[in-house]
C-alpha cells in the first residue's frame, strides 16, 4: 500500500452541506458529488464559511458569563484542604472556564483568569514560564511572592504584575488561609503555541523567604516620575512587581475631586479610572495584558463601549449593575466576569454604596501590537 493509499482510508473530517441559501449555489447532485470531492482532498471552500470567517464585526466566540466570589472562594478553600501544592501541579489554582469555549480553562479566548488559594505556611514551588501573569488581591494578606529573588507582600487592593520568564514562587507566611486572583496569556500563548516552562527550586533560600514590607523592586522604582539614573534600559514588561491600593484609591479620588473643581480628569461624568503602567516607557505593564483600575460613584454610570480584544473584571469594592452584550447582573465584592470582544459593556453604581470599584484586565496590547485594535462609544439609550 503507498502512503497515499494509507491517507485516503482515513475517513475525513470535513463535512460540507450543500445548501439553499442566499449566496450559496443551488444542492444539485453534481453539487454534492463536488462536495464529496473537496472532503476527500481536504479542501473548503470560502463560499461556505464567508460568514463565520469575514463577518462584518467581531463576534465572539467566548460569552458574557459571570463567577460568583463566595462560591469561588468556598471551592477554593475545599481544594486547600483536600489538594497538596507542590511539584508538578506546582499551583493550586483554579481557572474561570468560559462556557462557550469547549470546557477549556480559559476566561477569553487570549485570557486565563484563576483564583489561587494558599494555606498557612504552604509554599508554591519555584518555577518561570514565558506567559506572563499578575497577582490582584480583593481580600486578605498573609502571602509574599518572591520574583527573581525579591519578596513581594500582597495586600488587599495590591496589584502585581509579573513579565514573563522570571522566576517565581509564593509562600504563606501567616496563620489563615490566602485567595487571590491570576490573570495570564496562558490561552493566547496556547493557540500561537509560543510556550516555555522550567522548574525551579522547591525551597528558597531563607534570605528570599522573608517577608519586608516593600520590595527592592518598589523601593527602586516606586517614586512616581522619579526613575533611578543607572536604570535607563527600557524593558517591555514593568520592573515595578506591586502597585499599592494607598496609590490607586488616591488616584481615583483625586480624579473625581478634579472633576468636582471643574477640571478634566475622568473618562466620562463619575467614572475615574487608572491604568497601571511600565515606569520605563509608561505603556502597558505587561506585553499582552492591559490592566486597570475603575471607580463609578454613586448615582454615575459609564459609557456603553465595545472594544476589540476580550476583558476579566472583578468588583474590588461597593455594589453596581453591569450590562454585558445582551445579559445583566447586580455585582458585589469580588465577582468576576467576563466582557468579550466587540460586545457593549456598561457599569452603574448602585445607590447603597458610594462608589463601585471594578479591576479590570483586558488582552488590548496584542490587538494594539497588530495595529487590530478598534473601540467605539455607543451613543445613550
Ligand atoms: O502562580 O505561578 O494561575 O504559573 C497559572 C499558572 C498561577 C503561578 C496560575 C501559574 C501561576
Ligand atoms: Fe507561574
Redesign the pocket.
Known amino acids: 500500500m503507498t502512503i497515499q493509499n494509507v491517507q485516503n482510508a482515513i475517513p475525513s473530517p470535513l463535512k460540507l452541506a450543500a445548501v439553499s441559501a442566499p449566496g450559496q449555489p443551488e444542492p444539485t447532485p453534481e453539487l454534492e458529488r463536488l462536495y464529496r470531492g473537496f472532503e476527500q482532498e481536504m479542501l473548503v471552500p470560502l463560499w461556505t464559511q464567508i460568514g463565520d470567517l469575514m463577518p462584518v464585526h467581531p463576534g465572539s466566540k467566548a460569552a458574557p458569563h459571570l463567577w460568583r466570589w463566595d462560591h469561588l472562594l468556598k471551592l477554593a478553600d475545599e481544594a486547600g484542604r483536600i489538594v497538596a501544592v507542590g511539584r508538578g501541579g506546582?499551583?493550586r489554582?483554579?481557572?474561570l472556564a468560559n462556557p462557550a469555549l469547549g470546557g477549556r480553562p480559559f476566561a477569553t479566548p487570549n485570557l486565563?483568569?484563576?483564583?489561587?488559594y494558599l494555606m498557612p505556611g504552604e509554599n508554591?514551588p519555584e518555577?518561570r514560564?514565558s506567559?506572563h501573569?499578575f497577582?490582584f488581591v480583593v481580600e486578605g494578606e498573609g502571602v509574599w511572592?518572591v520574583v527573581n529573588g525579591d519578596s513581594i507582600r500582597m495586600s488587599r487592593g495590591d496589584f502585581l504584575p509579573?513579565g514573563g520568564w522570571n522566576w517565581?514562587?509564593?509562600h504563606n507566611a501567616a496563620t489563615e488561609p490566602m485567595a487571590w486572583?491570576?490573570?495570564?496569556d496562558?490561552p493566547f500563548a496556547y493557540y500561537t503555541e509560543s510556550q516555555f516552562?522550567e522548574h525551579g527550586r522547591m525551597q528558597l533560600s531563607p534570605e528570599e523567604n522573608t517577608t519586608p514590607e516593600f520590595s527592592r523592586s518598589e523601593r527602586l522604582w516606586a517614586y512616581p516620575g522619579l526613575r533611578p539614573v543607572s536604570q535607563m534600559e527600557d524593558s517591555v514588561a514593568t520592573p515595578l512587581l506591586a502597585y499599592r491600593w494607598v496609590d490607586t484609591d488616591r488616584a481615583l479620588n483625586e480624579q473625581l475631586a478634579l472633576e468636582d473643581e471643574g477640571c478634566p480628569a475622568t473618562i466620562s461624568p463619575g467614572h475615574a479610572a487608572v491604568r497601571y503602567s511600565n515606569p520605563t516607557n509608561g505603556r502597558d505593564v505587561l506585553p499582552t495584558i492591559r490592566c486597570e483600575m475603575h471607580r463609578v460613584k454613586r448615582g454615575a454610570r459609564t459609557l456603553t463601549k465595545r472594544e476589540v480584544g476580550s476583558a476579566v473584571f472583578q468588583v474590588f469594592d461597593g455594589e453596581g449593575t453591569v450590562t454585558v452584550g445582551n445579559r445583566q447582573w447586580t455585582v458585589r465584592r469580588g465577582d468576576m466576569f467576563v466582557v468579550p470582544s466587540w460586545q457593549p459593556f456598561t457599569a452603574q453604581c448602585d445607590a447603597g454604596c458610594a462608589a463601585l470599584d471594578m479591576f479590570r484586565f483586558a488582552d488590548t496590547p496584542i490587538y494594539e501590537a497588530v495595529h487590530a485594535y478598534r473601540s467605539q462609544v455607543d451613543a445613550p439609550r
Not at 181 to 184: A, E, M, V
Open positions: 506546582e499551583r489554582a483554579i481557572a486565563w483568569a484563576a483564583i489561587q508554591a518555577h514560564h506567559q501573569a497577582r511572592t509579573q517565581h514562587a509564593h486572583i491570576d490573570g495570564l496562558i516552562f
